[in-house]
């Protein structure tokens, strides 16, 4: 019925929003922001009626859950950098059906999930800012999924992901575009530091590792990705242990999937961490099930990086 039209992986830096005030840094983020843009356009060009963002900075200790109000609208500060992001003003509506499908899904595919459609939660800037620059004109409905998933299996996330797509494709009368809200590696530069790493990664090795994992999104080397996904992480300090990630590529088809990923706003560093803006093209996936996940997510790299 419905159709998954694109997917992405995001930046989210709080950077972006300060980069439009007066001041030293203003315009110093305009790449990412010109990314999410074309992102925006892009979903226009595809009738996309609803954005799915799986949000890293959404932290849940139990379940997964779906952010699906009618409408949200208010006006956030930051509590991890408020001097980044401070009285910023959002509004967009939601898709309390679109939400609902999804949990409905997921739960018939054993991944527990709740959907909040009566609810005075209000989504986290890993959904917020996204929506500044991609939906300033409240052109898209948005739905927002916790992606910083503490007592999760990746596995999980990644079924989580393929049951979405089946939701949409099987019991959805819309278009959708999936993003995936986090950082590459994500190690904030240590206390004090900060400054001197506005526009760095926090290190060589990270920033190595980081490139190395873009190189083979480029080369469409998805066996060899999903297989490292867990220890990756780990030991590339992932944003919300990269559960963002593994619920992209489970909708993608997983360690099937088989496009080359296409970079749109080019890799950058910020406060330490590693960040990209890249559009993983959609294409059809065989079959009722997601392949490979609880090989080789959860069983790759042990317990203590399947289990985050």
């Not at 929506?131 to 004109?137: C, F, L, T």
């Not at 780990?234 to 963002?244: C, L, N, P, T, Y």
């Amino acid at each position: 019925m419905g159709k998954l039209a694109l997917a992405a992986k995001i930046t989210h830096v709080p950077s972006m929003y300060l980069s439009e005030l007066d001041g030293p840094q203003k315009g110093f983020r305009q790449a990412a922001i010109d990314g999410h843009k074309e992102i925006g356009r892009r979903c226009r060009e595809l009738g996309v009626d609803t954005l799915v963002v799986f949000d890293t900075h959404w932290l849940v200790n139990a379940a997964y859950h779906i952010n699906c109000g009618a409408h949200f609208k208010g006006t956030y500060t930051s509590n991890e950098l408020p001097h980044f992001i401070s009285n910023m003003e959002f509004e967009f509506s939601g898709n309390p059906h679109l939400g609902q499908l999804i949990a409905d899904e997921c739960n018939a595919q054993g991944v527990e999930t709740l959907a909040h459609a009566n609810t005075s939660l209000d989504p986290e800037y890993g959904t917020l800012v996204p929506m500044r620059y991609m939906n300033e004109d409240q052109h898209f409905k948005v739905v927002s999924i916790s992606a910083m998933c503490m007592a999760h299996y990746l596995n999980d996330s990644a079924r989580l992901g393929w049951a979405l797509r089946q939701a949409i494709e099987k019991h959805y009368d819309g278009t959708v575009a999936i993003l995936a809200s986090g950082s590459l590696s994500h190690r904030f530069a240590q206390n004090g530091q900060a400054p001197s790493f506005s526009t760095k990664v926090w290190s060589p090795f990270l920033e190595r590792l980081d490139h190395d994992v873009v190189r083979m999104w480029e080369a469409g080397e998805w066996a060899d990705f999903c297989a490292m996904l867990p220890e990756y992480a780990v030991k590339g300090h992932g944003e919300g242990f990269m559960h963002d990630t593994a619920m992209l590529l489970g909708a993608l088809g997983w360690s099937r999937y088989d496009q080359k990923v296409e970079v749109i706003s080019p890799y950058f560093g910020s406060s330490g961490t590693g960040q990209i803006n890249a559009i993983f093209p959609v294409s059809p996936v065989a079959g009722d099930e997601v392949p490979g996940p609880q090989a080789s997510v959860s069983d790759a790299a042990g317990a203590t990086a399947g289990r985050l």
